[in-house]
């Protein structure tokens, strides 16, 4: 095995940058998951590790090697992609056994690892079948063995898992993770599922038109997103957004600072450490988000947002409540700078469990649970974490 370093990547197809100043160091051993929109660059990036696609500038290395000018056969990788393309003429075997034979490895270790990749991947009574009487799931492990059994220094999968019904994505995710525990690879994983990538990750890297946006463990991404597109694209649904205007106020009594935060319907006294209060206060103009499920439904004593109820979504384990915030009782008028829209409307989901009554028109009191509202700049820079 070995670590994958991609230092200042770009990648232009005639004058088109599609993939910009990409930093990324994948240590040995390690599974990160590249996430992002279609179109960001994900496949493009994996395809110049793999070497089937030229880098425009920047360096590459596997383990201490360059390998910017190396042949995809030289660089010691084993790709997998979502179709699968095997052999419809071969056996399972054979299929396996194709790569290896090309490299003209003798037929007694060809057999010991087929034989000991089948036994990790659950094909070992499968052998003999040709594809054409494998199921969806049984082929792609087939892909998977293909891989492994070329022992490479690096895995690549892109998308491995979505041609797969609901059910078998579960299963083969688990198969993936065992795979990577097992074998200690090192794998640069690409998919759309969100639950793949938190699940299987060491690392998840997010991509976003071309350039990366923030890479870190699943909890770190999911608990401190660096900006406003890492916070939505991560989480489902969404986190909600909404524009506030800060203001500091004497909280009196205790000779604290209050901030304030003032929007469509949302004020909330912070009383916390001065310092932070005061860098925060200095830039006004923010944009609050918090999550759909760290939303609570409190007394009316305790609100801090009020949503009016439009739409319910019961999903059995849960219930996901669609409005909108309006001012209620003890709030404050809109910030006196918001724009009209901003004004009108400001769309919140909240996650409930399933045993709370709402329905549709009724004002919801809520209040955000501790430490779960995050405060971004207008650009969509973090700023920071408050304790509300
Ligand atoms: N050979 C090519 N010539 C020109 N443009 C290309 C080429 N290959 C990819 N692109 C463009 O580069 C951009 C990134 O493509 P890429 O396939 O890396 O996206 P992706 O993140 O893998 O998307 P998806 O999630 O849909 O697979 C896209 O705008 C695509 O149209
Ligand atoms: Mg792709």
């Known amino acids: 095995?070995?670590?994958?370093?991609?230092?200042?990547?770009?990648?232009?197809?005639?004058?088109?940058?599609?993939?910009?100043?990409?930093?990324?160091?994948?240590?040995?051993?390690?599974?990160?998951?590249l996430v992002g929109p279609s179109g960001c660059g994900k496949s493009t990036t994996l395809r110049m590790v793999?070497?089937?696609?030229?880098?425009?500038?920047?360096?590459?290395?596997?383990?201490?090697?360059?390998?910017?000018?190396l042949t995809p056969r030289d660089r010691d990788i084993a790709m997998v992609f979502q179709s699968y393309a095997l052999y419809p003429h071969m056996t399972v075997y054979e299929n396996m056994a194709f790569g290896l034979r090309i490299r003209k490895m003798p037929q007694a270790e060809i057999a010991q690892r087929v034989g000991e990749?089948?036994?990790?991947?659950?094909?070992?009574?499968?052998?003999?079948?040709?594809?054409?009487?494998?199921?969806?799931g049984q082929r792609q492990r087939v892909a998977m063995g293909r891989a492994v059994v070329r022992e490479p220094a690096v895995f690549l999968f892109d998308e491995p898992l979505s041609n797969l019904d609901a059910k078998l994505r579960v299963q083969m995710r688990l198969e993936v993770a065992r795979l990577h525990k097992r074998l200690g690879a090192t794998i640069l994983y690409v998919t759309h599922d969100q639950v793949e990538a938190m699940t299987?990750?060491?690392?998840?890297?997010?991509?976003?038109?071309?350039?990366?946006?923030?890479?870190?463990?699943?909890?770190?991404?999911?608990?401190r997103p660096v900006n406003t597109f890492v916070a939505t694209f991560i989480g489902s649904p969404s986190m909600n957004l909404f524009p506030v205007t800060a203001r500091t106020q004497d909280a009196?009594?205790?000779?604290?600072?209050?901030?304030?935060?003032?929007?469509?319907?949302?004020?909330?006294?912070?009383?916390?450490?001065?310092?932070?209060?005061?860098?925060?206060?200095?830039?006004?103009?923010?944009t609050l988000g918090v999550r759909p499920q760290d939303l609570e439904v409190v007394s009316e004593a305790d609100a801090q947002l009020h949503l009016r109820v439009d739409v319910l979504e019961p999903l059995g384990a849960e219930t996901f409540v669609y409005g909108t915030l309006e001012g209620g009782p003890g709030v404050v008028s809109p910030a006196r700078d918001a724009s009209t829209e901003e004004r009108l409307a400001s769309p919140c989901i909240v996650r409930l469990p399933p045993e709370q009554h709402v329905a549709p028109g009724q004002l919801l009191p809520l209040r955000i649970i501790a430490g779960r509202a995050h405060v971004f700049d207008r650009v969509g820079d973090r700023i920071a974490s408050l304790d509300t």
């Open 200 to 223: 299987l990750a060491d690392r998840i890297a997010v991509m976003h038109a071309g350039i990366l946006q923030q890479c870190d463990s699943p909890n770190e991404i999911y608990s």
């Open 252 to 286: 009196g009594v205790t000779g604290t600072t209050d901030l304030l935060l003032e929007g469509v319907g949302v004020h909330m006294p912070l009383g916390k450490d001065a310092d932070s209060v005061a860098a925060l206060a200095t830039s006004a103009e923010w």
């Open 117 to 136: 990749a089948a036994a990790l991947l659950g094909l070992s009574d499968l052998l003999e079948r040709r594809p054409k009487a494998l199921s969806g």
């Open 50 to 69: 793999a070497g089937l696609e030229g880098i425009s500038s920047g360096e590459l290395r596997i383990g201490d090697r360059v390998v910017n000018d």
């Open 1 to 33: 095995m070995a670590s994958v370093t991609l230092t200042a990547i770009n990648k232009s197809f005639e004058k088109v940058q599609v993939v910009r100043d990409f930093n990324l160091a994948v240590e040995d051993g390690e599974l990160v998951v």
